[in-house]
Nanobody, 122 residues
Framework: QVQLVESGGGLVQPGGSLRLSCAASGSTFSIQAMGWYRQAPGKQRELVAAISSGGSTNYADSVKGRFSISRDNAKNTVDLQMNSLKPEDTAVYYC????????????????WGQGTQVTVSS
């Protein structure tokens, strides 16, 4: 089992910054990649940024150049630095971990944090 605990959400003005943090515990040896998703009211959950155990990153086009994801495999944490925030960034942000539960089959499994609210408003 993997548990994910998020922190760092809050209310900021447009153009401001926030840093989200996610700490993983439990069977962290099984985690292959971690990332952040977000879901705004009336919208589908979408990938914001992801990072593999090897350090490869992937970003949504809407956040490229503004957000930066980082991971410390030894500490089992992943952070999302969010700069130049816009009102359209307002959403609940969820930490995600992709794990391999079976070495034989390499079957993936997604773990999710509880979500943290990010609100960008004047």
């Amino acid at each position: 089992q993997v548990q994910l605990v998020e922190s760092g959400g809050g209310l900021v003005q447009p153009g401001g910054s926030l840093r989200l943090s996610c700490a993983a515990s439990g069977s962290t040896f099984s985690i292959q990649a971690m990332g952040w998703y977000r879901q705004a009211p009336g919208k589908q959950r979408e990938l914001v940024a992801a990072i593999s155990s090897g350090g490869s990153t992937n970003y949504a086009d809407s956040v490229k150049g503004r957000f930066s994801i980082s991971r410390d495999n030894a500490k089992n944490t992943v952070d999302l630095q969010m700069n130049s925030l816009k009102p359209e960034d307002t959403a609940v942000y969820y930490c995600n971990a992709k794990a391999i539960l079976s070495i034989a089959t390499m079957a993936p499994y997604d773990y999710w944090g509880q979500g943290t609210q990010v609100t960008v408003s004047s």
